[in-house]
């Protein structure tokens, strides 16, 4: 975790999963293996294990491409919309962090959404969500075709905020993508619980 200087970022950078909102595709599983050919474990195990989710992430795949893939090896037999419904209907908030943004917004500070993410999980939290909409700007892997830590998505950050190094602070749960970010000379912090993301941003004088 960084250590406190006296010039505050000008920007924060939020991950999303499990920082704003958490995910859970075993929620997905039984759903989409209901209207499949295999059974539950099947199709866990090609979501889990295969490289199509990824490459669907990182915009290698269309999401008709990635539907076609999900279908051919679960035989999924429903529509690419009810596909969609189970598939992206994963997602519950986070409302202590949520307020933890609202705060930021309210003052005025520039936010942004940074993700490893698909269309479909988009389409849905913009939908479900309306904190979303508060935010000053999103970088998504799949629209940057880089997930990270590969260091164009975020240099794309970057480019999009118009900040650079410690004017950025930046908030993610994996450490290697913290490592990353840090490599780049932002300030981050470690997300792992609320309460103690809270006390670490504390020291920007945010």
Known sequence: MTKPISIPPRVVVFDLGKV???FDYSVAIPRIAAHSTVPPAEVQN?????????????GHLTRQEFFEAVRKATGFHGTIDQFGGYFADIFTPIPTMIELHAGLH???IPTYIFSNTNDLAIEHVRRHFPFFR???????????K?????????????NLARRRGPE???????????AAGAAHG??????????????ALEQFQL
């Open 168 to 178: 950025i602070l930046y908030l993610d749960d994996r450490p290697e993508n913290i």
């Open 20 to 22: 704003l909102v958490d």
């Open 134 to 144: 508060d935010f000053d700007g999103y970088i998504f892997s799949y629209e940057v």
């Open 106 to 108: 309210q003052r005025g």
């Open 146 to 158: 880089a997930m990270k830590p590969d260091a164009r998505i975020y240099a794309a950050m970057e």
């Open 46 to 58: 090609f979501f889990f294990h295969s490289q199509v989710l990824v490459d669907y992430e990182s």
């Open 186 to 199: 932002w300030r981050t912090i470690l997300h792992e619980t609320p309460e103690e993301t809270r006390m």
